[in-house]
């Protein structure tokens, strides 16, 4: 079985910019998690999206948006780049929303977003 | 609010050494507790997990971890690293119960194992 994939790999954009960010979760996960992980730190919880809707947000500000799709897959948005939004995006999948001890994160590659 | 502080930044041993990476959480209520791993080049992968019962956790590849409430630690152990074992562990815990899944993470471990 695939696991969660993320596109693109690397990308690289300029400050005011706009970016979508992809991810594809394990068949059969509904819920899709978002982290961002600046270097030298852990990841940072945005978003959690369940059934395709909102289930939690992190402290980041209105730049950053999602949505999740009718077949699970999601998309992460930020618009007006800045600087420091440089940072390895991380997808993670799990069967349903929650803190249970069936429902573990499953983490992909991540996307390397470098803004200049 | 959630956190978890991993006090060793960066860890340097030679092969066969033990290894101690310690984790404390704050937190009010219950949690599930998590140790990840993330391999040079690789994606984060779960070492192990402990959600309830023997607070003595074993994972992949020899490491355990010992949940100790009374200190609200975590900590990672192996007895005899090698050197594939190089790699930055990261700490992280959740809300049991919890409708959102949401992990705070630790900022991480880097550890470097010398031949």
């Known amino acids: 079985d695939a696991g969660v994939t993320q596109s693109p790999t690397h990308l690289i954009k300029t400050r005011g910019q706009h970016v979508t960010l992809r991810c594809s979760p394990i068949?059969?996960?509904?819920?899709v998690s978002w982290y961002q992980q600046v270097l030298g730190q852990g990841p940072q919880f945005i978003f959690q999206?369940?059934?395709?809707?909102?289930?939690g947000r992190g402290n980041f500000p209105d730049r950053f948006s999602a949505r999740q799709f009718p077949n699970y897959s999601s998309e992460l948005n930020v618009n007006a780049l800045l600087l420091g939004d440089s940072a390895l995006y991380l997808c993670?999948?799990?069967?349903?929303?929650?803190?249970?001890?069936?429902?573990?994160?499953?983490f992909g590659p991540g996307t390397r977003l470098t803004v200049l | 609010a959630q956190s978890v502080s991993q006090h060793n930044h960066h860890v340097i041993l030679s092969e066969a050494a033990s290894l101690e990476l310690g984790c404390n959480y704050s937190?009010?209520?219950?949690?599930?507790l998590f140790w990840y791993v993330q391999y040079p080049g690789q994606h984060l992968q779960l070492l192990l997990k402990?959600?309830?019962?023997?607070?003595l956790v074993k994972g992949i590849k020899g490491f355990e971890a010992e949940f100790i409430k009374s200190k609200f630690s975590f900590n990672l152990r192996k007895p005899s690293v090698q050197w594939s074992d190089t790699a930055e562990y990261f700490c992280?815990?959740?809300?049991?119960?919890?409708?959102?899944?949401?992990?705070?993470f630790g900022r991480g471990t880097q550890l470097t194992v010398w031949p």
């Open positions: 068949s059969g996960h509904k819920s």
């Open positions: 999206y369940y059934e395709k809707e909102e289930r």
């Open positions: 402990y959600f309830s019962g023997d607070p």
């Open positions: 993670a999948s799990s069967p349903a929303s929650g803190g249970g001890p069936y429902n573990e994160q499953f």
């Open positions: 937190y009010g209520g219950t949690v599930n």
């Open positions: 992280a815990v959740n809300a049991r119960g919890s409708t959102l899944g949401r992990l705070y």
